[in-house]
């Protein structure tokens, strides 16, 4: 069997994040659901754009749920692969320079046609509720055989992020992961992403899961929206059904199952809460950073806490200080 040299290979969508700060009357001028992600097109995302940079100065900074939990993983000093599609434009080479000079590994080349590199307006309310707009652009043409430019068989654990089950080609991408990991021995971990991507592909997710799934990722209102039910009740369906079940209940922290070993982690915030964007993607970058060196369940729990209540400390959903030394004091 090959040596596995990767912690994570990350799969997803390559995003660059565009933060702004704006109140509620801003969202309901612009027709904008407080708290979710919607979906925009090319035309909408250059309104909404135009729009926010009329309030204030928009930053960018490279984004995308398993990028950013990619990221997390290396910022640990775990080792982490990423693979999505970009294009050959300038947010796709600022995506390819940030995720690089991050640690991690991106070797697929970009399209040289096709969709611009996808983007999200993120905006932020004082209450910190973040409220993502998505032009997914190149992203939806990432296809099942990209992933043979991966190099799974080094993975301990390959992540997919649930965001990229609404591309036309997401099925296929899940299905290839799926293939991949069986065939090269490797643990095939999910995040949910969404309460509105899980219920508009609950049937196939939920088959997805019981058959292929070792560890998932969801909120409560991800765990929620997939059963149709109460997130305890949820909670209680899964945690029988999956070898690893991490459910994140924001300020109330936590629940982590395995079999029948459950464990409630408390939320470790690091400071005022300023933006809870990318609190899910560092939770799971912990976790996962956890679990492939060495460390319990409950150990790995902590990491994740830590390291979702540095994130939501400051706008942005990467780290900003040294999470290594969140590592050390364990």
Not at 265 to 284: E, H, N, R
Not at 296 to 301: C, E, K, P
Request: proline share 4%; glycine share 10%; net charge negative.
């Amino acid at each position: 069997m090959r040596v596995k040299s990767l912690d994570v290979l990350a799969v997803g969508n390559a995003i660059v994040d565009i933060f702004g700060q704006c109140d509620d009357g801003f969202l309901q001028t612009n027709g904008i659901e407080k708290g979710v992600m919607t979906l925009l097109d090319a035309a909408g995302s250059a309104r909404l754009y135009a729009a926010l940079d009329k309030i204030g100065s928009p930053q960018l900074i490279s984004g995308g749920s398993a990028a950013n939990t990619a990221v997390g993983v290396a910022a640990f000093g775990g080792s982490a692969n990423f693979i999505g599609r970009v294009h050959d434009d300038d947010l796709g080479a600022a995506f390819r320079h940030d995720i690089k000079a991050a640690g991690v590994g991106f070797d697929q080349p970009p399209a040289s046609s096709g969709s611009p590199t996808a983007s999200s307006i993120i905006l932020v309310t004082p209450d910190a509720a973040r409220s993502m707009n998505t032009f997914l652009g190149a992203s939806i043409e990432f296809e099942a055989g990209d992933l043979a430019l991966a190099d799974a068989a080094s993975a301990r654990i390959i992540y997919l992020e649930g965001y990229l089950f609404d591309a036309p080609n997401g099925p296929a991408i899940f299905a290839e992961a799926a293939r991949l990991a069986e065939k090269h021995d490797v643990r095939l971990a999910l995040s949910l992403s969404d309460p509105w991507c899980a219920e508009r592909h609950r049937a196939a997710l939920s088959s997805f899961i019981a058959d292929h799934i070792s560890i998932l990722f969801g909120n409560e209102d991800e765990v929620a929206s997939l059963y149709q039910s109460s997130s305890q009740d949820a909670i209680a369906a899964l945690a029988g059904k999956i070898d690893e079940l991490v459910v994140t209940r924001g300020p109330a922290g936590a629940f982590i199952g395995a079999g029948a070993d459950h464990h409630e982690i408390p939320a470790m915030p690091q400071g005022p809460v300023i933006d809870t964007t990318g609190a899910g993607d560092l939770f799971a970058a912990g976790y996962l950073f956890g679990r492939t060196n060495g460390f319990d369940f409950l150990q790995s729990g902590r990491l994740a806490s830590l390291a979702a209540g540095e994130v939501i400390s400051h706008i942005g959903a990467r780290p900003q200080t040294d999470l290594k030394q969140l590592a050390a004091s364990f």
